[in-house]
T-cell receptor, first 113, second 116 residues
């Protein structure tokens, strides 16, 4: 079955709007959770991560909290900017010591001025 | 800032031809990965490589695929006889260690492979 289920896009917002991109995962053990971002023409960049339950990852105004009880890691930002336009990927390592990542499909975010 | 690089950025090939996708991981990293993303689908793991051997591979990584670290800097993915369904974006990634607190994987910009 799917390891990561991510909200489908595209998502279009006006500048300063609130952003939520939902992500739920399937994993046993103690997985680490990640959000990666891909700007146009670039590779995947780590945006934030959380390695244990109730951890909150944050970076560049984005936040996500590791919720083990709901197996979720939703990405939020209080006020998006045009420069946040990108594709966002949720990923989980399922506790593997070899580092294999399982990704969601990605969510295209477009922010209009 | 060190980064993972990939060449070419776009490769077009005929079905049945061999292709080699090249990656230069970050120099002090020890674990290397290939992922791919077929258009509109998830990013999928293909293979991980450590200490000059494959450490894990997915069901996608069949006998048509191989990886190699021919020297101290390059990490390549070879597809022996390409199929139409191999058309995808291929990402290379590397990390110092795959588990624990500093387990970030650094990704390259990808190679878009188009099989005609």
């Amino acid at each position: 079955g799917d390891s990561v289920t991510q909200m489908e896009g595209p998502v279009t917002l006006s500048e300063e709007a609130f952003l939520t991109i939902n992500c739920t995962y399937t994993a046993t053990g103690y997985p680490s959770l990640f959000w990666y971002v891909q700007y146009p023409g670039e590779g995947l960049q780590l945006l934030l991560k959380a390695t244990k339950a109730d951890d909150k990852g944050s970076n560049k105004g984005f936040e996500a909290t590791y919720r083990k009880e709901t197996t979720s890691f939703h990405l939020e930002k209080g006020s998006v900017q045009v420069s946040d336009s990108a594709v966002y990927f949720c990923a989980v390592d399922r506790g593997s010591t070899l580092g294999r990542l399982y990704f969601g499909r990605g969510t295209q975010l477009t922010v209009w001025p | 800032e060190p980064e993972v690089t990939q060449t070419p950025s776009h490769q077009v090939t005929q079905m049945g031809q061999e292709v080699i996708l090249r990656c230069v991981p970050i120099s002090n990293h020890l674990y290397f990965y290939w992922y791919r993303q077929i258009l509109g689908q998830k990013v999928e793991f293909l293979v991980s490589f450590y200490n000059n051997e494959i450490s894990e591979k997915s069901e996608i990584f069949d006998d048509q695929f191989s990886v190699e670290r021919p020297d101290g800097s390059n990490f390549t993915l070879k597809i022996r006889s390409t199929k139409l369904e191999d058309s995808a974006m291929y990402f290379c990634a590397s990390t110092i260690r795959p588990a624990g607190g500093n387990n970030e994987q650094f990704f390259g910009p990808g190679t878009r492979l188009t099989v005609l």
